[in-house]
């Protein structure tokens, strides 16, 4: 139970204080509460009875006390506020609606719009309004929302840069934007740090105090974990370890692009350094992959280089975040064959080397991470807006 022992000023604050119980409870009992925060029980009463008629509570039952007295349980009812989530990628966005626990009641993927921030913004309206009709609720119901983009968010300038995926979105002030057409507060963050708190939610991450999250795909990012919370940098492009210059000339201004360590272990510099080698040509990196199973020297080789590459440059991130544990993600990332070579070279380069592990959530957790992110923001909102105003048709 979260609620610590205190005299509130008003009722409303009391409200929002059940609420946030709930949030991070399954049951509440009101005398329970009435206990810890020490109002009288007849407080707690209309309280829960103003929550109850609001549609923010619902009883479950009732458990048994001293002398048989018996008290009524409460749980959050699921769809009087709605979290909505949506992780983008250069293809696809994948996006869902949750429940204030942050259970997820729908979910949906379609193609990623190419025609610009107009068309973008219209296309996450479209998804919200998909969404609450799959699960028989209207779009009001939605109070918070977050999306992860594979690019930067400036919080001081408001808009997005470095997105070279999804094409006219440079540029583009699109928290604002989205905030206007949906109607309710949302965030955005670049997807590897939402894939970082999904992490930290429902993943690897959870009860680490320092972690990073590394995804390799197309390219190689990262999202940054200290003490429970997201680092993006003064301009939110905090764990770009793409432009480490690791595996390139760093005053080469062909790397000012993607960045050198990209160009040395993204998905284009594997099947270049296969195919300098003497390898099969036209092979995609799965292809090169399943080779080593097959046998292939010239495939062994190439992500033996690919993981001493990528090692050297987590023992760089250590020395200046010194993370307890690394999580590897990204259809590239993710694989054993790359990170148990990574796991041989990193203690070869460091005499404390992190664990380094395979992420459990796989590309649920840029997902996972949105719908955490509203629920943070819905948590915030209580503290400023009156309950009975959120999530409501």
């Not at 992420?359 to 943070?376: C, E, K, P, V, Y």
Request: hydrophobic content about 40%; charged content about 20%; aromatic content about 4%.
């Amino acid at each position: 139970m979260i609620l610590a022992s205190q005299t509130f000023s008003s009722r409303q604050q009391i409200q929002r204080a059940v609420i946030l119980a709930a949030m991070d409870n399954e049951q509440v009992s009101r005398a329970e509460l009435a206990r810890l925060s020490g109002l009288s029980k007849q407080t707690m009463s209309d309280v829960f009875r103003d929550l109850e008629d609001d549609g923010w509570i619902e009883v479950v039952g009732r458990t048994s006390g001293n002398v048989g007295r018996s008290a009524a349980v409460y749980e959050l009812s699921p769809n009087r506020a709605l979290l909505f989530g949506a992780d983008v990628g250069g293809t696809k966005v994948h996006a869902a609606l949750a429940d204030a626990k942050g259970t997820v009641l729908a979910e949906m993927e379609e193609p990623t719009t190419q025609a610009g921030s107009e068309a973008f913004g219209e296309q996450i309206v479209e998804c919200c309004r998909s969404l609450a009709a799959q699960v028989g609720q209207p779009v009001n119901r939605i109070a918070a929302g977050a999306v992860g983009i594979p690019g930067a968010f400036d919080p001081a300038r408001r808009q997005l840069f470095m997105v070279p995926n999804i094409a006219g979105m440079n540029g583009y002030a699109i928290e604002d934007d989205l905030q206007r057409r949906l109607g309710f507060p949302a965030r955005v963050d670049n997807d590897v740090n939402m894939a970082a708190k999904g992490e930290m939610w429902r993943g690897e991450g959870q009860n680490i105090a320092c972690f990073v999250f590394i995804a390799i795909g197309t390219g190689i990012g990262m999202g940054i974990i200290n003490e429970g919370r997201v680092l993006s940098g003064s301009r939110g492009a905090a764990g770009e370890i793409s432009t480490l210059p690791i595996g390139g000339d760093p005053f080469d201004a062909r790397n000012f692009h993607a960045g050198a360590l990209e160009h040395s272990v993204g998905s284009i510099a594997i099947r270049d350094r296969y195919e300098g080698a003497g390898g099969s040509r036209g092979l995609t990196v799965r292809d090169i992959f399943d080779a080593i199973d097959r046998g292939d020297q010239i495939a062994s080789a190439t992500l033996t280089e690919v993981a001493r590459q990528i090692a050297v440059g987590i023992v760089a991130i250590c020395a200046i975040l010194d993370p307890q544990r690394i999580v590897m993600g990204g259809s590239i990332g993710e694989r054993e064959e790359l990170v148990g070579r990574v796991r041989h070279f990193i203690p070869l380069c460091t005499p404390t080397p992190p664990e380094c592990v395979v992420s459990t959530l796989g590309r649920r957790a840029g997902l996972l991470g949105t719908i955490s992110q509203s629920r943070d923001l819905l948590r915030e909102m209580l503290l400023t807006t009156e309950p009975s105003k959120m999530g409501r048709p």
